[in-house]
T-cell receptor, first 109, second 118 residues
Framework: GESVGLHLPTLSVQEGDNSIINCAYS??????FIWYKQESGKGPQFIID?????DKRQGQRVTVLLNKTVKHLSLQIAATQPGDSAVYFC????????FGAGTRLTVKP | NAGVTQTPKFQVLKTGQSMTLQCAQD?????MSWYRQDPGMGLRLIHY???????DQGEVPNGYNVSRSTTEDFPLRLLSAAPSQTSVYFC?????????????????FGEGSRLTVL
């Protein structure tokens, strides 16, 4: 079946730098995507979403970019802070939400 | 509001035992779902429900049963536990999904239930 996946399992950045987490999807019918953040020992928390009729959406310090041509999604975190250290998941389609394996972001002081 | 509440947080079972993981939400969400999370596998959908009396299978339903008698509760039952069911289980809920309904898409997750089957 089609699946959501991530390019890199781990990402380490310096505090204050920008982070970019990537996600590839294969279901061309997907029209809705969400990024979640999961801190150790907790459930995932919503960060930002984007619909397929958009190619960019911005939140507080976070930006999601959608490239439907290559089926690629990215999450950009500006001025990364220690509190951003977590596993980040992308997910597609609300009625049967499928998650990628996740990328672990580590922020070095 | 408590949000999504899962119990128990930890459970150890022997192979063949049965148990129920409880999930309750107080946000009047129509949509509820169960995921399991294994190392390197991400979150995999077990079962979901779009409203009371309606359930459907997800990606990995075998070995699990669900029912939805009320909007608030969505228990997950393991009838005969197997070591392969050792995992962390997450319950999630969301606003109504369906034709004509505004779908926000955001899933609200519980804190998880860690199950070990020996």
């Amino acid at each position: 079946g089609e699946s959501v996946g991530l390019h890199l399992p781990t990402l380490s950045v310096q505090e204050g730098d920008n982070s970019i987490i990537n996600c590839a999807y294969s279901n061309s019918a997907s029209d809705y995507f969400i990024w979640y953040k999961q801190e150790s020992g907790k459930g995932p928390q919503f960060i930002i979403d984007i619909r397929s009729n958009m190619d960019k959406r911005q939140g507080q310090r976070v930006t999601v970019l959608l490239n439907k041509t290559v089926k690629h999604l990215s999450l950009q975190i500006a001025a990364t802070q220690p509190g951003d250290s977590a596993v980040y998941f992308c997910a597609e389609n609300p009625s049967d939400m499928r998650f990628g394996a996740g990328t672990r972001l580590t922020v070095k002081p | 509001n408590a949000g999504v509440t899962q119990t128990p947080k930890f459970q150890v079972l022997k192979t063949g035992q049965s148990m129920t993981l409880q999930c309750a939400q107080d946000m009047n969400h129509e949509y509820m779902s169960w995921y399991r999370q294994d190392p390197g596998m991400g979150l995999r959908l077990i079962h979901y429900s779009v409203g009371a009396g309606i359930t459907d299978q997800g990606e990995v339903p075998n070995g699990y049963n669900v029912s939805r008698s009320t909007t608030e509760d969505f228990p997950l039952r393991l009838l005969s536990a197997a070591p392969s069911q050792t995992s962390v289980y997450f319950c999630a809920s969301s606003y109504t999904v369906g034709p004509g309904s505004k779908w926000t898409g955001e899933l609200f997750f519980g804190e998880g239930s860690r199950l070990t089957v020996l």
